[in-house]
């Protein structure tokens, strides 16, 4: 009697059992491959999950998938996929927790992006954090300027904490509502406290044209010390 099913396709696809080999390395070399391109990708598309939990989900998403739709992927070596990936996973988080270089690596470190009203440049620089998207998450937490904040942090999830100074001590900052922030200039026209539009830093300036002493710019916008609204 003819079997309903052809068992060794259905499990193997026809391929040599040696071929669960191949899957290993496979596994093995698409599981750095994707850890290392999410991070250097950075944090910015990764925000609610780590990049190493996002490595396991896309792994093992495929590896579920593929064997559902494609005729030529058996069952054993997505299996072997899960096991690889589990076995991948177990082994990383053992070795976050006996290193902290190793864990500060995969999960990344907390990063201060704005200390005392101004931004930290070089933490700027290295998250690679495109000024438009920063200031529409501070919008978003209904901010006005960077004079209204103590301390912001950028999470390990990508996520930004910001501590706010007490109405009393609210600076001169920043504006980065649409509005205020384009009348940037290196003209500066009329007296009066200004702020420059790279790094932050206020300091009063007369009319004409003038470098931040900070970060050498010359771009200005007035600065402005209202209240945060809570």
Known sequence: MKEIFEWNRVFYNDLPQNFALEVIFRSTVMFIILLLTL????????????????????????????????EDVGIVPAAIVFTVIIILYRSVTWLTGKSKKFEEFIEGKTECLINNGKFSIATFKKESLAQDEFFSELRIKSIEHLGQIKH?????????????????????????????????????????????????????????????EVCQKEEWVPAINTKRIT
């Open 39 to 70: 991070k250097l990708a950075g944090k910015r598309g990764v925000k609610q999950l780590s990049i190493f939990e996002t490595v396991i989900i896309i792994a093992l998403g495929s590896a579920a998938g593929d064997p559902m739709f494609y």
């Open 152 to 212: 912001a942090f950028i999470e390990t999830s990508g996520e930004i904490s910001v501590f706010f100074y007490e109405d009393q001590e609210v600076k001169y900052g920043l504006p980065i509502l649409p509005g205020a922030f384009n009348k940037k200039s290196k003209i500066i026209e009329n007296d009066g406290i200004h702020a420059c539009t790279f790094c932050g830093h206020t300091e009063e300036q007369k009319s004409g044209t003038a470098k931040c």
